[in-house]
């Protein structure tokens, strides 16, 4: 029996979370359909824009995405501190941008609003569930995945369901487990065949990352930042260095594609030391990460090599 979702998150024990969602229908959410031949590649769009969006209005920072034929996966990272911080303006502007909101919140905006006492009692407690709803993944899976159906079946002339029921959230409780599922995701086309490299899988983070640090740019916007010399916040940035990261995904590509035999990259050992797995353990897991950790991830789960 599938567990109540507020029993799969966690804060206290990690704010990171693999989600995937898988559609039901045999026609795909994207790519070609081999039966009819009709192309629904235009569709990774939509899905990217709109992760894009939602992580501009929520509270949670996109960390790692890849957009499949029939599913998706998107790795995401809560910030409670964040939406702690925001006025009760703030909370009601985000809110806004999705959703109408109530009278009441709608009146707030208008110039010289004025309430009674029990007006202001109901305002208050709404902004605080909006405030509760924007650092919320299930809230933040719902608004993607609603919007997608909505416009597929539209697209499509037909009703009922286009996801499974539920998506999947699996939480990443360490540092070890967070680089394994990253470089998992992140992997995803190539492994499926759909490219040849990180740089040719489109819509997915990495190709954003790959292509901002060959133009030498700021790390890409609406992507959480990998640490850099300029960006050691604890808490605003992942905890690897970026550089280091996209050798990791680069070397793992080319042995899963059976290009590369020799050892990985100097600059990627300290980085495995540090999480204390090993790179054949990542390239196991690039390919078959939810089939080796079900559950919470972990690093009890992984295949550990310990520091020398």
Not at 11 to 34: I, K, N, Q
Not at 108 to 117: A, E, G, L, Q, V
Request: glycine letters at 4%; a positive charge; aromatic letters at 10%.
């Amino acid at each position: 029996m599938p567990r109540a979702r507020k029993t799969q998150i966690d804060l206290e024990a990690t704010p990171y979370y693999h989600c995937v969602s898988r559609c039901v229908r045999r026609a795909y959410l994207c790519g070609v359909d081999r039966f009819t031949k009709q192309s629904y590649e235009h569709r990774r769009q939509w899905v990217e824009q709109r992760l894009y969006f939602l992580a501009s209005i929520f509270a949670i920072d996109l960390c790692a995405y890849a957009v499949m034929n029939n599913h998706t996966h998107i790795v995401l990272r809560i910030d409670s501190r964040c939406a702690d911080k925001w006025t009760e303006q703030e909370v009601l502007r985000r809110w806004h941008s999705l959703h109408r909101g109530t009278c009441l919140t709608r009146r707030y905006h208008t110039s010289s609003p004025t309430f009674t006492s029990s007006e202001l009692t109901t305002l208050k407690d709404t902004i605080a569930v909006y405030r509760q709803r924007l650092q919320d993944i299930s809230w933040f899976m719902r608004e993607l995945n609603e919007y997608i159906a909505r416009k597929a079946n539209k697209e499509d002339e037909c009703t009922g369901r286009f996801w499974e029921g539920r998506f999947k959230s699996q939480a990443l409780l360490d540092d070890a487990a967070l680089l394994a599922c990253m470089v998992y995701v992140d992997l995803n086309p190539v492994r499926a065949g759909m490219a040849h490299s990180p740089e040719e899988a489109q819509y997915t983070s990495v190709r954003r990352r790959k292509r901002a640090a060959v133009n030498r740019s700021v790390q890409p916007s609406g992507l959480m930042p990998f640490t850099s010399a300029g960006n050691h916040n604890f808490g605003e940035s992942l905890p690897f260095d970026v550089s280091d990261y996209l050798s990791l995904v680069e070397c793992s590509a080319k042995r899963i594609s059976g290009n590369l035999l020799s050892q990985p990259k100097a600059n990627i050992v300290p980085m495995l030391r540090k999480v204390r797995v090993s790179f054949d353990s990542i390239i196991n897991l690039s390919q078959h990460f939810e089939r080796a950790c079900k559950g919470a991830a972990h690093r009890g789960k992984l295949k550990v090599v310990e520091n020398k």
